[in-house]
């Protein structure tokens, strides 16, 4: 049993939908990120919250819109995104980011854009 | 430019043995590396880490080792149990902690019964 749950699992939208992305962590962390994962490439960093505090954005293009309304949640708003978008949507959390405690990630959703 | 490097997209070791799964990374400035586990349909689970200050750090069966005059880390599993086929990533964090974890591809590990 995961302490980072992601919903939903999968996710099928068009090029012009509007959909988010949930994540929600019981670990009592302090820090929460966004990862994604393309096919044969590794794991990359896109968004960093802080106590609710965006500290990092990793030029990630503005169709991807990030929001923690509080520690345990963090939602990822997707609209007008591209096919190259399509990947496995990964959350992570950990007790802050300067611990170096590892991070927990959740089981991801796997996003297919048509 | 891919700063943490798994050169090795897939190994396959017998049940019993020991198995090697090697990293390479280019940023001096790294001072933090951890291995992660990743099953299928799961996200990746932390296995172990290790700072830069040591050279060695075991937990049970898993043992990672660190050159950092050459860059390079690798974890050792012995004896490799079926429950170890995972794909297994290394990552790589600076000084001040896991804010920017920086991953390689992973390696898909198969241990043959």
């Known amino acids: 049993e995961t302490g980072v749950t992601q919903t939903p699992r999968h996710l099928v939208m068009g090029m012009t939908n509007k959909k988010s992305l949930k994540c929600e962590q019981h670990l009592g962390h302090n820090a929460m990120y966004w990862y994604k994962q393309s096919a044969k490439k590794p794991l990359e960093l896109m968004f960093v919250y802080n106590f609710k505090e965006q500290t990092e954005n990793n030029s990630v293009p503005s169709r991807f819109s990030p929001e923690c309304p509080n520690s345990s949640h963090l939602f990822l708003h997707l609209h007008t995104l591209q096919p190259e978008d399509s990947a496995l949507y990964l959350c992570?959390?950990?007790?802050?980011?300067?611990?170096?405690?590892?991070?927990?990630f959740g089981d991801g959703t796997r996003l297919s854009i048509l | 430019d891919q700063q943490v490097k798994q050169n090795s997209p897939s190994l396959s070791v017998q049940e019993g043995r020991i198995s090697i799964l090697n990293c390479d990374y280019t940023n001096s400035m790294f001072d933090y590396f951890l291995w992660y586990k990743k099953y299928p349909a799961e996200g990746p689970t932390f296995l172990i880490s290790i700072s830069s200050i040591k050279d060695k750090n075991e937990d049970g069966r898993f043992t990672v080792f660190l050159n950092k005059s050459a860059k390079h880390l690798s974890l050792h599993i012995v004896p490799s149990q079926p429950g170890d086929s995972a794909v297994y990533y290394c990552a790589a964090s600076f000084v001040f902690g896991n804010e920017k974890l920086t991953f390689g591809t992973g390696t898909r590990l198969t241990i043959i019964p």
């Open positions: 992570a959390s950990s007790q802050d980011v300067n611990s170096n405690q590892p991070q927990h």
